[in-house]
């Protein structure tokens, strides 16, 4: 353990403080409730919620609202403005600014440093960046060009 973990346990300990998904105070008897078994997560839960998948989103493109607004991103987030990064594409989405051409680009618009909030953005980009309508078009263009180029060969 690092030096400052060790000192946020103890800290959490000496001041009896409840951390969500971190620390949690509990009685006597609640251990005895619970047989007596001192496993953290059955007191603090500290695994992430499982993840939301949006189909309209996966479809057409766009960062539900709901899914920025879901209290596990917000406390990653720690309240941020998002709209530094995000537009409103509609009243259910956002959309990455259009001068964000890549990935790479969110950490030049972002206002902050701390790598939580930069893979979260990276993780938007990734899971809703490129509608799948839009592969399945782009495939397609891709075959026929290839057609193209093999018709240009001779083969056909």
């Known amino acids: 353990m690092r030096e400052q973990d060790i000192k946020k346990i103890l800290s959490k300990f000496n001041n009896f403080e409840d951390t969500k998904r971190y620390s949690k105070v509990v009685t006597m008897n609640e251990i005895k409730e619970n047989e007596y078994n001192l496993n953290i997560r059955r ?11 949006d189909t309209y989103a996966l479809l057409n493109g766009g960062i539900p609202i ?6 596990y991103i917000q406390e990653t987030l720690k309240g941020m403005d998002v709209s530094c990064v995000l537009n409103k594409k509609d009243k259910n989405y956002y959309e990455f600014k259009s001068e964000i051409k890549s990935k790479e680009q969110i950490r030049e618009f972002l206002t902050t440093e701390e790598q939580a909030i930069i893979l979260q953005f990276e ?7 490129k509608p799948l309508n839009e592969i399945d078009k782009q495939v397609k263009q891709s075959e026929e060009v290839m057609r193209s180029y093999l018709k240009e060969l001779g083969y056909e």
């Open 43 to 53: 007191y603090a839960d500290t695994s992430p919620p499982p993840e939301k998948f």
């Open 66 to 71: 709901s899914e920025v607004e879901d209290e």
């Open 123 to 129: 993780r938007w980009w990734d899971k809703y960046h």
